[in-house]
């Protein structure tokens, strides 16, 4: 009897160590998952705030790598990438789809119709039929254009590479280099330590420039004198969250200013003055570490959000009960 | 067919054996890691461990897991990367609002990266290896709002080069891999220069 139970016992144990390894071999313990050193990504693209649009079905170009978005108020869509351009209707059927050489960083429309593209060195202008109009020169050998914006006469080139916006007339032609450093000016300079330095032009006719490594939008004048600015690097949803933000903005027709962000993906709506409005989209509507989300104004309110990690052009209209 | 006896079923036995092992040996010498054995991409000479940046999500296991103590597991900096920013999200704590080097404002927590102003409103930063754990934690925030410019490396006058590494078997993301003693380092960018 006394044997039987030493038995019974010495199985229990036996199977009760072979037990303990299987789960040491194959279980993962929590603990150990946990990362001691975590930054706290995932508290910091929480946020309290309820977005004030709602998203509608996206738009599905068919070009791979898209880089830039721009909207007119008759619904016309236009998208620029790698070795294209396609023109979508409001609805997102495609009206156009010509190639271009090269990789398109930036595009905007002049007033008439014509499309300014930004390819990384120089800029090259196209008719909405896909003619090409004309080539002009690289800009410099270390350029790297990121935006472009244009009046009925003139045409700003914001060159990253440089940290400066060049002004050109419509036929290529340099008039004037804004937002060097000039003390007696009172001009503190572009601070751009990434990619990201957005131009853009507001229905007033006022140039505005994202001073990334400031945190802020400045508004020059066509002389390059500095005007006046606003914005400040904060976490909160008033404020850039970090650097080299704002990443892109653009202007819609009643002077509010609508700011996208890395690092933090948020999209977010100010007034004419710079004073937070309303949030478009948070942190939870994109895949997080997505950078580079070109906005443009659509029309009827509508705000076009390029989603280069999706390569979809996101489509936020004004929720109805804010 | 006739029928064999034990002795010719052993024999027969053997030389599948033998034959089967060297087949196994020669492929593998071959095709392994599409290095090959034989023509002008085959590589030779010893290898090293090092993890590659651009898989790396800096799980902070390089810190807990390395036999060495601190990791040889450290903060690199690629400076042709950097943008010299006042408001470093590799040295700041994210809602830090002055921004001076006061210790609960930073974000390494054995506070090994070195601030120092270069003028109005750039700022160096620089890595002290002998504090540096290799915890990745400046890593995550210089990638996340900045270039990238801060990347963990193993450092090799540290690194025992242990033949089954203990980080490299608990690397969730595949970072770690033998790359070849006469190119050591993976920095993104042109910072191999720095080291």
């Known amino acids: 009897m006394k044997k039987k139970t030493i038995l019974i016992f010495a199985i229990m144990l036996f199977l009760v160590f072979v037990a303990w390894m299987l789960r040491d071999l194959f279980m993962v313990r929590p603990e150990l998952q946990k990362n001691p050193y975590d930054y706290g990504m995932t508290a910091l693209r929480k946020t309290d705030t309820v977005p004030s649009y709602t ?7 068919v070009l791979r790598e898209i880089t830039s978005v721009a909207g007119n108020q008759d619904g016309k869509i236009y998208i620029a990438g790698k070795g294209g351009v396609e023109i979508l209707d409001v609805s997102g059927r495609m009206l156009k789809h010509f190639p271009i050489r090269g990789y398109a960083t930036c595009l905007t429309l002049m007033p008439d119709g014509t499309l300014v593209i930004g390819m990384e060195d120089h ?20 350029s790297m254009i990121t935006s472009v914006a244009a009046t009925q006469n003139l045409i700003f080139v914001a060159d990253a590479g440089k940290k400066i916006v060049y002004q050109y007339d419509r036929y290529g032609k340099l008039q004037a280099r804004i937002g060097e450093k000039d003390p007696v000016r009172k001009i503190p300079g572009f601070i751009i330590p990434s990619p990201y330095f957005d131009v853009g032009i507001s229905p007033k006719g006022e140039l505005w420039v994202a001073n990334t490594g400031r945190y802020r939008l400045e508004k020059y004048s066509m002389d390059g004198s500095l005007l006046t600015s ?15 933000n704002p990443s892109n903005f653009t202007i819609l027709p009643d002077g509010s200013f609508v700011t996208s962000e890395k690092g933090i993906e948020r999209v977010k709506v100010y007034s004419p003055d710079g004073a937070f409005v309303a949030l478009v989209a948070g ?37 109805k009960r804010n | ?54 898989k790396c999500i800096q799980c902070g296991r390089c810190a807990t897991n390395c036999v060495k103590t601190p990791s040889a597991v450290k903060c690199t900096h690629a400076y042709s990367m950097c943008g010299y920013c006042n408001l470093c999200s590799g040295y700041f704590k994210p809602e ?19 601030r120092t102003f270069v003028e109005d409103p750039f700022y160096e930063y620089t890595i002290d ?54 190119d050591p380092y993976l920095l993104k960018g042109f910072g191999k220069k720095n080291l």
């Open chain 1, 55 to 61: 998203e509608l079905s996206p738009l599905k170009p």
């Open chain 1, 123 to 142: 800029v090259e202008l196209w008719s909405p039929s896909g003619n090409i109009i004309s080539v002009w020169q690289a800009v410099d050998t270390n």
């Open chain 1, 230 to 244: 606003w914005g400040e690097a904060s976490m909160a949803m008033e404020g850039f969250a970090g650097c080299c």
């Open chain 1, 283 to 319: 942190p939870e509507a994109f895949d997080e570490g997505t950078r580079g989300l070109d906005l443009a104004a659509g029309s009827n309110g509508r705000i076009l959000v390029l989603d280069p990690s999706r390569n979809q052009i996101r489509v936020f209209v004004p929720d």
């Open chain 2, 1 to 54: 067919m006739d029928k064999q006896n034990r002795r010719q079923f052993i024999r027969t036995g053997i030389r599948w054996i033998l034959f089967g092992g060297m087949a196994l040996v020669a492929g593998d010498l071959i095709f392994r890691k599409g290095e090959p054995l034989f023509g002008k991409n085959r590589k030779s000479g010893p290898t090293v461990w090092q993890l590659d940046p651009a």
């Open chain 2, 96 to 114: 830090t609002k002055t921004l001076d080097t006061g210790a609960e404002k930073q974000l390494c927590p054995v506070s090994a990266i070195k």
């Open chain 2, 129 to 182: 290896e002998a504090l540096c754990i290799g915890c990745g934690k400046c890593v995550k925030g210089c990638g996340a709002f900045g270039n990238g410019s801060l990347q963990l490396q193993v450092r090799h006058h540290l690194c025992d080069n242990c033949n089954d590494c203990s980080i490299a078997r608990n690397c969730p993301s595949g970072a770690f891999s033998r790359v070849q003693l006469t």
